[in-house]
């Protein structure tokens, strides 16, 4: 059986794993523009990894700016099996209290349609089943890895994901609360839509920062006090990230990599070569 390879997505305050032997740097093209940066791969604790910060190394790109198509095309292209998202949020309930962990569970899309959200189109229909859209087996490994390494793990919870890059309103903040959402961010869909359709397993690491704007008796959500919070949490989740990989090495038992097995609609005849060729990596087994 092949290695597994495990891909993280640093988010904001990760631009790097420390630890990683042997590193390289890769930089790929792909028919959806070039990823937000190069690849870094290398092995931890005996586990081959492959490291993309999100939004470039310097924090160049703004959440709607992120080319989330290309990101996790390159990771396919680089055999990842599991993403390990990393993520810093927002929290909207008093129990998570900012430094906490959250391992979401589900997603509440409120991006305004800027963002390509599907490998599909161009001659070639496809619908994935998202009604559950982390991989339960990734987060409870997660979830397990984040408590070995002390933090206060909340397992479970809604992610709701806003375009940004502006924080919300207090009373968007308000609403959002009353709809039982558990945090808030800014980039995890079309992640995490991605990730289902490369057949690839998703979970994210949610690193609280701040209250949002609902909080009457914290102030309101700052860059700085954001910044101060994630210096805290970045570690935590190298910690997280270190203690997970022994857990991982192992062949995936869930369904995500048979995610597309009914999903393409269109008559094989029918997909534009091109298309074929440039979803090969995505698809390829199913054109046979």
């Known amino acids: ?41 290398g092995m931890l604790e005996g586990v081959k990894m492959v490291f993309l910060p999100r939004h470039g190394r310097g ?7 992120v080319p989330y198509c290309a990101n996790i095309y390159g990771m396919k292209k680089l055999g990842v099996q599991r993403i390990i998202s990393v993520s810093a949020v927002g929290s909207m309930k008093e ?22 959200s599907t490998f599909f189109g161009n001659g070639v229909a496809g619908h994935v089943q998202f009604a559950d859209p982390v991989c339960s087996e990734l987060s409870g490994v997660l979830c397990e890895a984040g408590q070995r390494a002390g933090a ?29 959402v558990d945090i ?18 998703y979970g994210t690491v949610a690193l609280a920062t701040d209250y949002d704007c609902w909080h009457d008796s914290h102030e309101d959500v ?29 062949a995936p038992q869930c369904e995500c990599g048979e995610s597309l097995k009914y999903a393409i609609m269109t008559d094989r005849s029918l997909i534009p070569e091109q298309t074929r060729k440039d979803l ?5 087994k199913y054109l046979d």
């Not at 305050?13 to 791969?41: M, N």
């Not at 129990?95 to 390509?116: A, L, M, N, S, Y």
């Not at 207090?170 to 609360?177: F, L, Q, W």
């Open 1 to 41: 059986m092949d290695q597994m390879t495990i891909g993280v997505i640093g988010g904001s305050g990760l631009y790097e794993i420390e630890g990683l032997t042997g590193i390289e740097e890769v930089r790929l093209k792909t028919p959806f523009g070039d990823p937000s940066d190069a690849y870094i791969t």
């Open 59 to 65: 924090h160049r790109l703004l959440p709607s700016e």
């Open 95 to 116: 129990e998570i209290v900012p430094g906490h962990i959250v391992i979401p569970d589900q997603f509440f899309d409120r991006t305004q349609g800027k963002r390509t």
């Open 152 to 180: 206060t793990v909340h397992q479970g919870g809604t992610y709701i994901c806003i375009e940004g890059p502006n924080f919300s309103t207090r009373a968007e903040s308000t609403i959002y609360r009353s709809w039982g």
């Open 184 to 201: 808030i961010g800014m980039t995890n869909i079309p992640e995490a839509r991605l990730a289902r359709e490369a057949e690839i397993c």
């Open 222 to 250: 700052s860059v700085e006090a954001v910044l101060a919070i994630i210096k805290q949490n970045v570690a935590m989740a190298r910690n997280i990230i270190k203690h997970a990989v022994h857990a991982l090495s192992a």
């Open 280 to 284: 090969e990596p995505i698809i390829g």
